[in-house]
């Protein structure tokens, strides 16, 4: 029987042209600067992003942590989306390691915050407050089903942020995902972003990885704490190695949003699922189940090799990614048919 996994796209196991690079990777000790494969990789993703520099962490957190660490002194108040994986999923790092204190504002069903209420929840300089020393947005929006930020929507923010003299981070987990989907090259997209973390590791489909992207200054702040949080690796090429082939070749991840596209329009002709259509725009998808399976859907299905995970309500999220085939869409489809028709 097939497996087909739709829990993440970090569920993606590296490619065999991966592997091969892996084995043949040139090496060297990354915490001196001396792995070729390293340093070609963090070249390659700061000039793909248009930046000064890049920096190998070892996690999308990682990579977000040392960004705040490397710009927020302990004091700091950041401004960030209430459905963030900064603010929700990354363990309170910013405060436990750095004494930040996140100051969360709404974000809407794309994933955007209103640059108004930037504004007026940026801290006046007074001894109350908490100084605001950053901004962030998150692109492609997970919690919202990942939606894509424009490079206006982009601007609008960072235009608040800069205009105080605070710093704007774009949490780009999934940021090619965003340039695939809007036809945009990626350095476009994160234009007004001081930092910028991306992971390798998830539609990219590297094994392990992100990168922090921003200028020389701060680049080398957040090598001294990346050193400090224990994530200063030696032959880390053999990791950068799968990172190069999978910059090589963001252009698939049109694939990964076409299969999620023709998963979302079959789906949504099952009776018991509702999918709102304007929430498919990438690789992840989202739906309701609006009949008693809910809880016995993920069971059913993985009986027939299909992966989705464990949810307590009735929303679900499925994700595409390199090893789903249209092939395993059909399969995929006629498994949920069977599901919901028994
Ligand atoms: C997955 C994710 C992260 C964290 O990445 P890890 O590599 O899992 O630590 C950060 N931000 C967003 C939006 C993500 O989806």
């Known amino acids: 029987m097939r497996t087909i996994d739709y829990r993440s796209d970090t569920k993606s196991l590296p490619t065999p042209e991966m592997r091969r690079a892996m084995a043949e990777a040139e090496l060297g000790d990354d915490v001196a600067g001396e792995d070729p494969t390293v340093n070609l990789l963090e070249a390659m993703a700061a000039e793909m992003l248009g930046k000064e520099a890049a920096v190998l962490v070892s996690s999308g957190t990682q990579g977000n942590l040392v960004s705040i660490l490397a710009q927020c002194q302990r004091g700091d108040e950041i401004i960030i989306g209430d459905k963030s994986h900064i603010f929700n999923a990354e363990s309170g790092g910013a405060s436990v390691l750095g004494g930040v204190a996140l100051h969360p504002l709404p974000n809407d069903d794309r994933g955007m915050i209103d640059p108004a209420a930037v504004e007026k929840a940026i801290r006046p300089d007074d001894v109350h407050y908490a100084p605001t020393r950053m901004i962030a947005l998150e692109n492609t929006h997970n919690a919202a089903g990942g939606a894509v930020l424009t490079p206006e929507d982009t601007a609008s923010v960072a235009d608040v942020a800069h205009a105080n003299g605070i710093a704007f981070h774009v949490d780009g987990a999934r940021i090619f995902n965003a340039a695939v989907q809007l036809e945009t090259p990626v350095s476009e997209l994160v234009k007004d972003a001081d930092t910028v973390s991306f992971c390798l590791s998830k539609g990219l489909g590297a094994p392990v990885g992100s990168l922090l992207c921003g200028t020389n200054e701060v680049i080398q702040e957040a090598r001294r704490w990346r050193q400090m949080l224990g994530s200063g690796m030696r032959q880390a090429g053999i990791i950068a190695a799968c990172g190069i082939v999978a910059l090589e070749n963001v252009d698939r ?41 809910s809880s016995e859907m993920a069971r059913r299905l993985g009986e027939r090799g299909v992966k989705v995970g464990e949810r307590a309500g009735t929303s679900w999220r499925l994700a595409t990614h390199h090893e789903i085939t249209p092939d395993d869409i059909d399969y995929t489809l006629a498994a949920f048919q069977a599901v919901f028709s028994a």
Do not use: C, K
């Open 253 to 293: 991840l049109a694939e990964d949003h076409s299969n999620a596209r023709r998963l979302a329009s079959g789906l949504a002709e099952i009776p018991g699922i509702e999918i709102e259509p304007e929430r498919l725009p990438t690789n992840l998808l989202f739906f309701e189940v609006t009949n008693d399976r």
